[in-house]
């Protein structure tokens, strides 16, 4: 029997994809004819479920009933030219502009996912093509068409690519184009795009941070899944603490050794997984005052305010900024007064690595 666990980062889960309140917020909004949002920022920490929510909305506006109501989707690589990439996409769905003997875009094999580019071109005589303006007429001509374009962009970061793709994407809003952008980055990746000049939009655009999964939910695909018994898939929901990546990962493993080890047996094997893929890239991208804090953190389950400003010391009129801040990056969680370590075992990773 095929494991039905997926441990692959950025790829949806097919048979034990947990649904979020998240991805229902978006669908619900671009339902309507005017979306009352045209932009969406998800954000949170590694592993936590950013890719998913994105796929999940695209997966859903590229249904047939979708595409029926006027929905393209472009799923564009942030490495690559974005604004040539979307000229391609849409000259491929026919909306290529009336005027095409002077101007041309190039679907060659690296556009079709052979190669490394893509290609826009322009005759001699045309001295002044643009590629932005050859793609805003590429839009007005799907917009007669009543198409409506959402834009997906996995991972987004303060690249030159990224910064002339969301100026031209500002000045789409501005002329009221019915183009939609979904993208997901890392809190302080998504930070720096949203702090460039004149990229207002994007600093205001609504931000969506991924919540810790359900427990229920999961004990429900763990015991449905893995055919164990209510009270042990209620144990294993609790070790991954809602975190996505640890979720698939446990039970991943449990499906593949639960003949021969139990749960606790396994629970090194878990952690072992999430140091060496995830909490190890996590800890080098933290500032150095972020680990400071962390590390503060590591001797029990959760802390009181005043017991936190005790332990930093002089540094303790830093302490609301740092917090913040990582919740914000999904390392912490508050809950009243207290803050804890949000992460599974993220404790005893700084604890014997860092």
């Given amino acids: 029997m095929q494991n039905p666990f997926t441990t692959t980062f950025s790829k949806a889960p097919e048979y034990t994809y947990i649904n979020t309140h998240k991805t229902d917020e978006i669908l619900e909004n671009f339902s309507y004819d005017n979306p009352s949002e045209s932009v969406y920022k998800i954000t949170g920490v590694r592993g936590s479920g950013k890719t998913v929510i ?31 990439q979307i000229a391609a996409m849409l000259h491929k769905e026919g909306f290529g502009g009336n005027d095409t003997k002077n101007r041309s875009v190039s679907l060659s094999a690296t556009v079709l996912g052979r190669g490394g580019g893509v290609g826009y071109s322009a005759e001699k005589e045309d001295a ?54 979904v993208c997901t980055g890392l809190y302080e990746n998504i930070q720096e795009v949203s702090n460039v000049k004149n990229l207002t939009f994007f600093r205001r655009a609504t931000t969506i941070k991924t919540d810790p ?15 164990i018994e209510t009270e042990e898939a209620r144990e294993m929901a609790k070790c991954t603490k809602g975190y996505a990546y640890a979720f698939q990962e446990l039970g991943a493993l449990y499906f593949k050794k639960r003949d021969t080890e139990s ?21 080098e991208e933290l500032t150095e005052t972020d680990r400071f804090l962390v590390s503060l953190l590591v001797g029990k389950s959760e802390y009181k305010r005043e017991e936190v400003l005790k332990l930093m010391g002089d540094r303790s009129g830093s302490y609301s900024m740092y917090r913040d801040r990582l919740i914000k990056r999904g390392i912490l969680e508050s809950r009243q007064a207290y803050i804890s370590l949000a992460l599974p075992y993220f404790a005893d990773y700084v604890k014997e690595y860092c």
Avoid: C
Wanted: aromatic letters at 10%.
């Fill in 213 to 227: 999964l359900n427990m229920v939910r999961m004990s429900e695909m763990y015991k449905s899944r893995l055919g």
């Fill in 128 to 181: 002044f093509f643009d590629i932005g303006v050859e793609v805003e007429t590429m839009i007005q001509h799907a917009q007669k068409k009543g198409k409506k374009i959402l834009i997906g962009i996995d991972e987004v970061s303060k690249t030159s690519e990224m910064i002339k793709f969301a100026s031209e994407y500002g000045r789409w809003l501005r002329a009221n184009y019915p183009v939609y952008l």
């Fill in 54 to 84: 994105l796929a999940k909305v695209e997966e859903e506006l590229r249904s047939e009933e979708n595409r029926k109501n006027g929905w393209l989707v472009l799923d564009l690589n942030p490495t690559r030219d974005m604004l040539g």
């Fill in 263 to 283: 749960l606790q047996d396994i629970i090194p094997d878990l952690k072992a997984e999430l140091f060496a893929y995830s909490y190890e890239k996590i800890w």
